[in-house]
């Protein structure tokens, strides 16, 4: 079955210091992942996404993730902290003839001064 | 460019009413999906579009509905309300087929009551 599990439901950092969310994946095909990040009340924001090739990817926000195909993960970094960072953090996958995307359960960040 | 639009943004019924929600994807894009999202189930798909086709579904009752229009515009309706359709209807949109970067909008807040 396709799925994506983030197993980290909340999350408390220290402004300044560095974050990594995780993310695994379950898909039958060649997977392309997403990370979208949520402000209360609002829509989706895309951070970045891997369709192939560099398994590093860069994204908005300074945010970065790796994409390791033997740990179906593609875990979510950034190395400082900023308050304005406090949201939740979706990680999707998607693939084939579609765009339907599967995503993960969320992680709450918060950020602490 | 202007981004993805929904309207209404937030939305207050009475259970057993109907309700239609309107989406306007990034001009130039083609194809639309839409998402529903709640604290107990988080992010799910409902549908996706594509020139006026629906190309896929998820696993929602026939009480959910949606079209396209020949500009691209989307509209999704729901009949004969339940508490339980209390949630944030994201819609997406993208340029192309097959797992294209998807953008998505503010969301309509749907309470039924």
């Known amino acids: 079955a396709q799925s994506v599990t983030q197993p980290d439901i909340h999350i408390t950092v220290s402004e300044g210091a560095s974050l990594e969310l995780r993310c695994n994946y379950s898909?039958?095909?060649?997977?392309?992942l997403f990370w979208y990040v949520q402000s209360p009340g609002q829509g989706l924001q895309l951070l970045l996404k891997?369709?192939?090739?560099?398994?590093l990817v860069q994204g908005i926000k300074g945010f970065e993730a790796e994409f390791k195909r033997s740990q179906s993960s593609f875990n979510l970094r950034k190395p400082s902290v900023h308050w304005s960072d406090a949201a939740e953090y979706f990680c999707?996958?998607?693939?084939?003839?579609?765009?339907?995307?599967?995503f993960g359960t969320g992680t709450l960040l918060a950020v602490q001064p | 460019k202007a981004g993805v639009t929904q309207t209404p943004r937030y939305l207050i019924k009475t259970r057993g009413q109907q309700v239609t929600l309107s989406c306007s994807p990034i001009?130039?894009?083609?194809?639309v999906s839409w998402y529903q999202q709640t604290p107990g189930q988080g992010l799910q798909f409902l549908f996706e579009?594509?020139?006026?086709?629906?190309?896929n579904k998820g696993n929602f009752p026939g009480r959910f509905s949606g079209r396209q229009f020949s500009n691209s515009r989307s509209e999704m309706n729901v009949s004969t309300l339940e508490l339980g359709d209390s949630a944030l209807y994201l819609c997406?949109?993208?340029?192309?087929?097959?797992?294209?970067?998807?953008?998505f909008g503010p969301g309509t807040r749907l309470t039924v009551l």
């Open positions: 898909y039958g095909a060649t997977p392309y």
């Open positions: 001009s130039g894009h083609r194809s």
């Open positions: 579009y594509f020139s006026e086709t629906q190309r």
């Open positions: 999707a996958v998607g693939g084939g003839a579609t765009n339907k995307l599967i």
């Open positions: 891997y369709f192939s090739g560099d398994t």
């Open positions: 997406a949109s993208s340029a192309g087929l097959d797992t294209d970067t998807q953008y």
